[in-house]
């Protein structure tokens, strides 16, 4: 185990280890060309746009948008990516292949496409709330 926290996911009476990383957001990024697209197909989002091609926005900066179901190739997708990141990371072996883990799905689409953004989010929270580096400011001449 390198001693990192890694969550689970139960699917079909099997806990799983489920990780999203750098590792993942980078596959993704390659995949996808965008992390935000990714995001949007795996929570069922589709950002409204402006006539310029920017996507629209809110008072708050928030994205405006109408909801979908979540895009099940993205879901797929996500979970064999999440899947196989959490048991490399907890040193296992893969004892499933991929359409055996996605035959083994036993919740709803939505169910799943929340617990897996729930992991994704976890990506861009601080992780250490006290540096590791001290700061300090160099004077200049």
């Not at 957001?25 to 697209?37: P, R, T």
């Not at 994704?120 to 006290?130: L, P």
Request: aromatic fraction near 8%; charge should be negative.
């Amino acid at each position: 185990m390198l001693g990192i926290n890694i969550n689970h996911i139960e699917l079909s009476g099997v806990k799983l280890p489920i990780r999203c990383d750098m590792l993942v957001l980078e596959k993704i990024q390659e995949d996808y060309g965008d992390i935000s697209e990714f995001e949007n197909k795996l929570i069922g989002f589709e950002p409204i746009y402006n006539e310029d091609g920017s996507a629209k926005v809110n008072e708050n900066g928030k994205s405006v948008g109408k909801s979908t179901l979540p895009d099940i190739k993205t879901v797929h997708y996500g979970l064999w990516e999440f899947v196989k990141e959490g048991i490399e990371c907890s040193e296992q072996e893969i004892k499933y292949s991929e359409k055996d883990l996605i035959r083994m799905v036993d919740i709803s689409i939505g169910e799943l496409s929340d617990l897996l953004h729930e992991e994704f989010m976890r990506c861009f929270k601080r992780k250490n709330q006290n540096p590791t580096q001290k700061e300090t400011k160099e004077k200049t001449p």
